[in-house]
């Protein structure tokens, strides 16, 4: 100390973290949490640096993302087993939500399970997913999720369900690509090819 003043050694600091995807998973599907209550967890996240977000919007229970082109699958009476039926996110307060989250250095990755975890989605639609019909629901349902997420990646699931639709999968991830984006699924779980990203859940 001279004169009032401090005076500190000069020295460089190097560091990074051990990892390069540092993630938490919401499970928005079987319990809606508030877009407010969402940003205040983003802000803890960020002080531990954590950078990515996996928001899992469909689940069993609940439908929780806005499409516009099928609004049958926010609707409240077609969900079921969950304490907040009808609770789901606009198109606004996602986009409000990923650039909350850009501007803290997460990014988020949806996911749209399927073909499992899908019983809102039946209820809903009237159709099983692993049908002509289905697929063409889900591919309108990609088309908005591309246009709300600008994250490279979208997980589409493939866990805990009997695939007896052969191309479901092979087609489905054929779509998500054509958007640009690299597909996670589930590991265990059905990986169609060898270019997926396997997130392991067991």
């Given at each position: 100390?001279?004169?009032?003043k401090?005076?500190?050694a000069?020295?460089t600091v190097k ?6 995807t540092?993630g938490?998973m919401?499970d928005?599907?079987r ?9 205040k967890?983003v ?7 954590i950078n990515?977000?996996h928001f899992?919007?469909?689940e069993?229970?609940a439908?929780r ?12 009476k077609?969900h079921w087993?969950?304490?907040q039926?009808?609770?789901?996110y ?6 409000d939500l ?5 501007e803290?250095h997460?990014?988020?990755i949806?996911e749209i399970?399927?073909?499992?975890h ?5 209820h ?5 997913m692993?049908?002509e019909?289905?697929?063409k ?7 908005e999720?591309v246009?709300?997420?600008p994250?490279?990646k ?5 866990d805990?369900?009997r ?5 479901f999968m092979p ?5 998500v690509?054509s ?7 589930w590991?265990?779980g059905l990986?169609p090819?060898?270019q ?7």
């Open positions: 100390k001279k004169a009032g401090v005076v500190v000069g020295c560091d990074w973290p051990a990892f390069v540092r938490v919401l928005v599907g319990n809606y949490m508030s877009p407010k209550f969402i940003k967890q802000e803890r996240l960020a002080h531990y640096k990515v977000l899992h919007c469909t069993d229970p439908w993302l806005q499409i516009k082109k099928h609004p049958e699958l926010t609707e409240a077609y087993k969950t304490r039926p009808g609770k789901h606009t198109h606004e307060e996602i986009k990923v650039a909350f989250c850009a803290r997460i990014e988020v949806p399970d399927m073909p499992g899908s019983e809102a989605f039946r809903a639609m009237g159709v099983d692993q049908t019909e289905g697929i629901i889900l591919k309108d349902v990609i088309d999720v246009e709300l997420f994250s490279n979208i997980h589409i699931g493939s805990e369900v695939i007896k639709m052969k191309k087609t489905m991830v054929e779509y690509r958007k640009g984006k690299e597909v996670i699924v590991s265990p990986q090819d060898k997926v990203i396997k997130m392991h859940w067991g």
